[in-house]
C-alpha cells in the first residue's frame, strides 16, 4: 500500500502553522476593547468631545457614533481576535476587514473631531495589522475555495442500463 502511505506523508506536509497568531489575537483584542471602551465612554459622556461637533450631522447625542464604534471596530476586532484564536482559516480575512473598517472609522472622524493623536496611534495599528494579514495570507493562511464539482460525462447521464455510444 505505497500509494496510501504516500498520501498520509503528504497529508503531513500540508501547512498547519498559523504565523503571527499570537500577534493577531493580542493586537486585535486590544483594538477590540480599545473600541468597546471608547462606546461607553461615547455612550456615559465621558471624556467626549461636544455635541455640537455632531450637529452638521443632525445627531444630538453620541449614541449612534457610539454603535457605530462598536459594531465597526470592537466587534469585528474582536471577531478577528477570536478567530485567529481558534486558528480559524477565516481569521486572516476578518483582520483585513477589521483593519479596513479601523481605518474608515478614523478617516471619518478627523473632518468632524479634528486630528488627534490617539488616531495617530489608531491609524499606525491598523496598517501595521492589515500588513500582517497580507503577510499570513502569502503564508497561506487563507481560506479556499472548493473545486466546483465536475459536469457528469455522458456515460454518467446516460444511466446504468443504457449502451454507449
Known amino acids: 500500500m505505497p500509494e496510501l502511505a504516500s498520501a498520509t506523508d503528504e497529508a503531513r506536509t500540508i501547512n498547519t502553522t ?20 471608547g462606546s461607553i465612554q461615547l455612550l456615559a459622556g465621558v471624556a467626549t468631545p461636544p455635541v455640537s ?14 454603535g457605530w464604534l462598536l459594531l465597526s471596530v470592537a466587534a469585528l476586532s474582536g471577531l478577528a481576535a477570536w ?25 471619518i472622524q478627523i473632518p468632524f473631531l ?14 501595521r495589522i492589515a500588513f500582517v494579514g497580507l503577510r499570513v495570507r502569502r503564508a497561506g493562511w487563507w481560506p479556499h475555495r472548493r473545486p466546483a464539482p465536475k459536469p457528469p460525462t455522458d456515460s454518467q447521464s446516460a444511466g446504468a442500463g443504457a449502451p454507449r455510444r
Open 18 to 37: 498559523f504565523p503571527f497568531r499570537r500577534t493577531i489575537v493580542s493586537v486585535e483584542s486590544l483594538v477590540g476593547l480599545g473600541g468597546l471602551a
Open 53 to 66: 461637533a455632531l450637529s452638521s450631522l443632525g445627531l444630538s447625542s453620541w449614541a449612534l457614533p457610539a
Open 83 to 107: 478567530l485567529a484564536w481558534r486558528r480559524s482559516l477565516w481569521a486572516p480575512p476578518a483582520v483585513l476587514m477589521a483593519s479596513a473598517l479601523l481605518a474608515t472609522e478614523l478617516l
Open 114 to 127: 479634528g486630528f488627534s493623536l490617539l488616531q495617530l496611534i489608531f491609524g499606525a495599528v491598523a496598517i
